[in-house]
């Protein structure tokens, strides 16, 4: 599939083959990672250089659709919100308790404008720190957890 092969080295950097040569050190980048994360997959090489372009992750072969996914996922830290436990104050700045897809989290919101509408119900909720937390849809949320973001938003 795609005229190439992906394995991973014993230093567990990705290896990418091609009738044009190997490269190993190899970085795979989403074109679109909240609004499309399995379409749009570039495979990069250690300077930049894009090396394969995959349209859908779902079209590669199971073996290599593994390795990309556990790659990406190692270098991607995106927690999701999956519901609010709780905040501190409804004034900011105020401390989150939020169960994610990686386990229970507590965040500081610094201020409302840290809460960023990407779609009509994804957010992306931007921690004291830097850290980002997704939110893909505020519809999917429970309805405890949809009166507390209200508040904010």
């Known amino acids: 599939m795609n005229g190439f092969t992906l394995t991973r080295n014993p230093f567990g950097k990705l290896v990418f083959a091609s009738a044009e040569g190997t490269h190993e050190g190899v970085v795979p980048v989403r074109a679109f990672p909240i609004a499309a994360p399995d379409t749009g997959i570039a495979l990069v090489d250690a300077d930049g250089h894009e090396l394969a372009w995959i349209e859908k992750l779902a079209d590669l072969p199971p073996a290599t659709r593994t390795l990309l996914e556990e790659e990406l996922k190692s270098r991607e830290f995106l927690p999701e919100i999956r519901r609010i436990v709780g905040v501190s104050t409804f004034a900011v700045p105020s401390t ?45 949320l429970d309805k405890a957890s949809k009166k507390i973001l209200d508040r904010f938003l």
């Open 96 to 140: 989150w308790q939020v169960e994610t897809d990686r386990g229970s989290a507590s965040f500081v919101l610094k201020g409302e404008e840290d809460i960023r509408r990407v779609a009509e119900s994804t957010l992306l909720i931007a921690d004291s720190h830097g850290v980002q937390f997704l939110i893909r849809d505020t519809q999917a």
